[in-house]
């Protein structure tokens, strides 16, 4: 089981904050997650005609008081080809570009949404 610094602190923070607060936070954190992952995705992605870059999208789904998820992906037929031929050498972008920006984002997943938690319900 991962332990999250300051679980304690972010647990007390949780009861104060009342039941419609807290799904507008897990949305917003997850919004701000999913906008990055998306970002540095781009970032990463090869570029032949620039269709698979701007094919990206980014949704929110599933939000309630228990959690939230988000997804992350490329509409282009060919994205996952293109990311997982990971001996093709591209020129502009990489092989796994989606995965390498996810592994980037989810260091910073903890302080995101401690930050939106931190945040919720204050006026």
């Not at 992906?73 to 996952?80: D, E, L, R, S």
């Not at 903890?110 to 319900?121: E, L, P, R, S, W």
């Amino acid at each position: 089981m991962a332990t999250v610094i300051g679980q304690h602190k972010i647990r007390i923070k949780l009861n104060k904050i009342t039941s419609k607060d807290l799904p507008k936070a897990y949305s917003s954190a997850m919004t701000a997650i999913t906008l990055m992952v998306k970002g540095e995705s781009q970032k990463r992605t090869p570029v032949d005609t620039g269709y698979l870059k701007s094919s990206a999208y980014s949704n929110i789904i599933g939000v309630n008081k228990l959690g939230v998820k988000g997804i992350v992906g490329y509409i282009a037929k060919y994205a996952i080809y293109v990311h997982e031929h990971t001996w093709k050498k591209h020129v502009v972008g990489e092989a796994k570009f989606l995965e390498n920006a996810v592994k980037i984002v989810s260091k910073k997943v903890n302080d995101i949404f401690a930050h939106y938690i931190k945040h919720a319900g204050l006026k």
